[in-house]
Each structure stands twice: as C-alpha cells, then as structure tokens.
C-alpha cells in the first residue's frame, strides 16, 4: 500500500518552493498514485526554455520501492528513449532509497539532461549521434524543444474555444485551465478524466 | 532404496537369486557353472542401480543436508569472530565481502582493520545505539517524515534516524528482492553503513529471517568451488564433490532421486561427455521452432486415424476399440512386425537420383531434418519416459506396494524387486536417451561404428520396452485384481519374470554403456568391470559356449547375453520368456 500521508507531505513540501526549483508535482487524478511532474529545461542547454512534464506512477511499496517515470513530453537525449520516454537512471531502479523524494528524483532527472551519458545509452540513436556528431545532435535536442517542451503558443481565449468546441461546457474549461496554469494538455487530460 | 538383504526368509532366497546376482545367485544357482572368476567380487555397497551404473568407482560425492551446511558456515564465522574478537554479525558480513575465505579475512584485518571495516560499512557499536529502548525526544524519521520519539527509531550505528516502521519495510522489501539484501546499507543514500543480521533479526518476522539466512548459506556454498545446490525441483541438498577422483563420471544422484551431471549440471548424461551434451542441447535449441511438433503428445492411429495421446511410459501402442491396433508410438508401424526388435535404426531411404541442382539441395536439407528429428525424437520420447516411470515408480512405492503386500499375503520387503524393476527402467530410459544424441555424432563415414552401435543400441531397448511392458501393465493386472489369472502362484511366477527382465535389462544397457564409453572400439572381453553383473553372466556362459568367446567380438557377445537372457529364461525356471504379453495394452 503506497503511503498516502508520505505523498501528501511530499506534494506540499515540493510545491512550496517551486519558485526557487521550478519543479513541481501533481496528482493527474484525484488518486495519488498517478503524478506528473514538471521540470525546467536547464539554462545553458539545448533543453533550455521547455518544461518537461514526467509521467509518475507509484508502486504499492512507495517509498520502499521506486517511483516509475517517464517522460510525458518528446526529448531528445541519449538517457531517455525517444519513442516511449522510458528514463534510464539508477536511482530509479537500484539505488532508489526511501530516504529519496519524487523531488530528489526529478532533480536528478534535470541533472541529467545537463549532464547526459552516452556509454549507458537508454536510446543508441541518440547516443550514437551524441558522440558522432554533438552538433547535429544538439539541433535535433533544441528543435525536438521548441516543438514539444514550449506552452502552445495559442492565447486563452482560442484555448478555452477549442475545449468548447470539444465538447466541455465554458464555465468547466476556463476554472480547469486555470489550475493547470494554462497548458491545453493537461487541461485536457484532466476533463477527460472527470 | 535398502541394501539387499542376504538374510532373508530361504523360500525367497531363491526366487530372489534372479535379482540379487551379486551373491546368491552364484551361490544357489549356478555355483557349479561358474569358472570361478567373479564369485568373490560380491560388493557390500547398497543394492541400487545407480551405484551399480558406477560400479567401477567409489562415491565421489557426499550429499549434504541443509544442517551439515550450517554447521559448517557457523565453524568458519566462529574462526573469525573468535580470532577478531568482534561480534558473530560483523564476522559474517565480513566473510560475506572476503567470499567465505576465512584466511582472506583474517590477512586484510590484520593488514589494515579500518580499511576492512570501511569496505564492509562496518560500525562496531553496541546495540543498545541502535535501538535506544528509552528517550522521550521528538526526530523526525527521514523515511515516512513523521515526528516519533526516540524509542520507536533505530539506526545502522550512524547519525540517519528512521522510525521502526519504516525500518520494517526497508529490511522486508529487500529481502523480498533478492540476494541483494546481504549487502543491505542505511537508507540515506549518501551513507555506507551496513544493515547486517543483528537488524534483520530484530527487525524481520520469522518468514523474512529464514529467507535471508537462505541466501546466507547460498553465498557460503556458491562461494565453495567443490559445493554445488542440487538442482533438482525443490531440493534443498547439496552436493560436494571430491574432484580429486577419477575425473570422466560427474554423475550425481541426489537423495532427491534427480540425478545430474556435476560438472555441467545437466541431467546425468553417462556415457555422453559433457561437451556433447552441451552441443546436443543447443543444437535441440536452435532447430526448436522446426521441431516443437514433435512434442505434440498426439499422434493418429496408423490404422483408423483416430488421435491417440501417449501417456503411459512404454512405446507399444494399443489403439481403443473396436480398432485394438497395436503399433509403435516411434516408427507408428505395427508392433507385432517389431518382432522385439526395437526401431532405433536410422535408415536413409531415399537415394539422390539425378535431380536438378537446387531440388538436390532441398533433398539434402530434408534429409539433414530427417535425420536431427529422427534422433531427436527419440531422446526427447525417452526423456519423457523416464519422467512418467519415475512418477509410476513413486505411485507404486507410495500405494500399490500395500495393496499388493495385503493382496498376496507378502510383507513389502519382498516387493523390493517391483522397485528394483522400475529403478532400472529409470536409469535405462536415461541412459537410452543420451544415446540418441551420440548417434546423432556418430561421423557418417564410421558406418561399421554405426551399425555395431545401432546393434547394441536395438537389443537394449527392445529389452527395456519388455521390461518397461511387463512392469506396467502385467504389474498392473495384479494391482486391481480383477482377472481371475491373478492368483499367488501367478504373482510368484511374475515375481520370477520380471526380476529376469531387470537383470536381463541391466546387462544389456551395461553393454552399451560400455560400448560407448570404449569410443565403440571393440569391447574388451574382460570388461574393466569386476562388479557388473554382464562380466558374471559371461563367466557362466562360457561353459555353455566356451568355442565362440574370446575373438572380443562385442556385437557377438552381445548377441549371445541376448539369447542367454530370454532361451534360459535367467532364473532358470521360467517356463519359456513370454514375454510379449500384451493382450490388455490400452492407452486412453
Ligand atoms: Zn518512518
Ligand atoms: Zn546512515
Ligand atoms: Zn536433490
Ligand atoms: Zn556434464
Ligand atoms: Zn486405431
Ligand atoms: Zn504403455
Ligand atoms: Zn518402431
């Protein structure tokens, strides 16, 4: 049984500084087994300027067990697969510790992204590229950004109208959007789930 | 299984001569026949087939309990800790890190004992330190963060405090894990102290702690070159090998029953090296996805195409009625034809006439999968054979042996020769099994090997699918009682019949074990064998046949223990080998 009152604090502790860590994590659903999690793009990379949104299942045995994640936005990076999102990273699965957090785990997914290591590649083709061709490589990452990591670039108006012609009555599409800060996806994903 | 009783009641002294050649045999019956040679090699050791099978050798292994184990492991902790002078827990995890070696150990502690003691994350504190039993302060536990007092915490000796709770799962999730829990640290990732036994018994209830003194005692033997795990399924024995015998026979029989190769850890492959077996079993892999129809258990009558499922031990098939057609579960051709004689052979039937050149090749590829199933089939036919004898033989022992013993007024000690047949059965179906596979090595241009093979092959198993006949179905007439046949005076004849078969069997698959383990040369007439039986049965036969020995002419020989075996009927007073009695042989 995952431990709730452990989740709850976690929440909680994450989202009080996210103004400092630009990490944040929330339930999907009103079950809090299912998370995401949104990191900033590390400045000074090819990831720099796109939020990173990362899929969060929890296991029975949280915090004993570790936390499953992936990436729900296409990356590109020789850690993570490019088709599925799947992040290899050992503290995900070995060295996972109950004394880790879910913030301790995305922060260490941001380092990754910093710091990518390509002879313990999760996706070849990108690891080939990396060590190949690091600039290809690094127009493919900032590119794959622009197009997947940055807030639709439609304002709220033409957002909450394309949710309406969906289906979802006004009043619903303009309060779930503004708890999900604005991002058409979530909202989405969160009126679909009820 | 009972070494034989030599002392038993004298009216079954002599319907037991059959069985128990070793000693009254020669003694009884045929003491005066015998020219002497063999009458005093009579071993003590225990009556069992499987240590018939290596009768040239001693045991080579020692079967070891779960206790003799620990004991063991406890000696070694004990040299160290006392030496040490540290705690029995520290000993045992810094045997873990050193692979049991406790002169490993003692060298590096001496050497430089901080360095020891940082690589095993070894605090040397007391217990009471990690588990305060009294104060009232408030700590965060750093795992469910929650504020607890003192008292409900523990830690590894260091400065990481959790709550006992947490500690719970901690320990439980990674004995759950696996192995990996030997080498257990303190949740905080940064820190190396280690969650050793003293914890784990504290804090594990009894399931966990068992499940982590298994793997305990798993690294102490995976650590000991000369100590294996039996692998037999759910078999908690281990096996030492003394491998400074003999080396050539690895064969292992467990107390398990399961019976494998040390070395490699197949199963007993005898006469087979190991490295044929390794290459017979990946080629069985490899050619899997042509082949898996051949394990399909249902093959259609020859004659009325109904579908038939195999699901007694022997090959003889009888097809339900009305149709009763008797055939070979192998070759699916008519059992009478087989006439006793088994259909081992493999024949090339077709000839390449002059077929254009890629039909030609399609030939030769049909032929080369022709040929692997044909051996294939065979093995794996007997494998599963001696998988269902083996669980017949179980049954027997378990039940029918009492239904029996009250059925024909016999204490169970006298039904030995029932499990003696079904041992040898086993131990034949294994051997014949194996033999397949060196067939299938046999270089096609060895074509006086093949055949000299193929001989020795075809007489052992058309006498193990007698045995293996007589010791199912006769066997089975006499379990339910229903025929009126089945009276005392018949169950004393079968008593007579079956132990010749076994005997007869046994000879036969001696033979041929030889005659494989020889490379197939020509078998030495006085096989390097002075406790087998066939070398006795020789003995006899010479004064019968004296003119015709002696050229070393194996497939001779052979031919001539056969007839010994069925015209004499082996005890001497049966009334004439019938046996290819067949008349109730249903499979449904
Ligand atoms: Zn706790
Ligand atoms: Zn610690
Ligand atoms: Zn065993
Ligand atoms: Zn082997
Ligand atoms: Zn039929
Ligand atoms: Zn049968
Ligand atoms: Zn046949």
Redesign the pocket.
Known sequence: MVDFSRVQKELQECNRDINVSGISVNPKSDNLTNLIGTIPGPTGTPYEGGTFKIDIDLPDGYPFEPPKMKFATKVWHPNISSQSGAICLDILKDQWSPALTLKTALLSIQALLSAPEPDDPQDAVVAQQYLKDYQTFASTARYWTESFAKTSSLGVEEKVQKLVEMGFPEALVRSTLEVVGGDENMALEKLCSG | MQPMDSDHDPLFRYTFSVYSHDQVYYDDAYAGDDDGVDVDEATDDSNVLINRANSTSEKSYLILKEDDLLRRQEEDITKVFSVLSITRDSACMILLRYNWSVSNVHEAWFEDEAKVRALVGLLEVDPAVKFPKSGDQIVDCGICFESISKRDTATCGCDHIFCKTCWKAYVCTSIDDGPGCLTLRCPEPSCAAAVGPDMVNVLAPDNKKKRYARFLLSSYIESNKKIKW?P?PG?D?AVEFDDDFEAGNYDVS???K?TFCWKCMEDAHRPLGCETVAKWVLKNTTEAENTNWILAYTKPCPKCKRSIEKNHGCMHMTCRPPCGYEFCWLCLGPYLGHDGRACNRYTNSQKGGELPEAEQQRELAKKAIQRYTHYYERWAANEKSRKQALSDMNKIENTDLKTLSTNYCQPETQLQFILDAWLQIVECRRVLKWTYAYGYYIPKKEEAKKSFFEYVQGEAESGLERLHLCAEKELQSYITNEESEATEDNFNNFRVKLAGLTSVTRSYFENLVRALENGLSEVDDHGSDPGGSSTKVRGRARGGESSSLGGGDGAKRVRMLMRLGMDDGVGGESSGGDYLDDDDDYED
């Open positions: 039996c037999g078999c024995y467990c107390l398990c399961y």
